[in-house]
């Protein structure tokens, strides 16, 4: 089992990038995903999640309406997009699995680094 995110970077406050997660085996398809992000010298904290089918979404409200969670099942990988991105987005993100939705993200990622700066 293994999920390898992709994508992160340096960006200017206003910009974009679109934060990738590619999982092996059938994790993917068994289960919930999210992102989630943790700023030096704070607690990690979930930044969005989607359900196994797709079609729920939740979002942390530090970034609802900027960021968007989204999940491609063929090539069994997860999504960020994140626009209009903030200092305070500057975080290591990290994806993670919550295998059949049992309310436990059981599994992670090595983490991608996003940098903020005007």
């Known amino acids: 089992v293994q999920l390898v995110e992709s994508g992160g970077g340096s960006v200017q406050i206003g910009g974009s990038l679109r934060l990738s997660c590619e999982a092996s085996?059938?994790?993917?398809?068994?289960?919930?995903m999210g992102w989630f992000r943790q700023a030096a010298g704070k607690e990690r904290e979930g930044v969005a999640s989607?359900?196994?089918?797709?079609?729920?979404?939740v979002y942390d409200t530090s970034v609802k309406g900027r960021f968007t969670i989204s999940k491609d099942n063929a090539k069994n990988t997860l999504y960020l997009q994140m626009n209009s991105l903030k200092p305070g987005d500057t975080a290591m993100y990290y994806c993670?699995?919550?295998?059949?939705?049992?309310?436990?993200?059981?599994?992670w990622g090595q983490g991608t680094q996003v940098t903020v700066s005007s």
């Open positions: 993670a699995a919550d295998w059949c939705e049992r309310a436990d993200f059981g599994y």
């Open positions: 085996g059938n994790l993917f398809s068994e289960s919930s």
């Open positions: 989607i359900r196994t089918s797709g079609t729920i979404t």
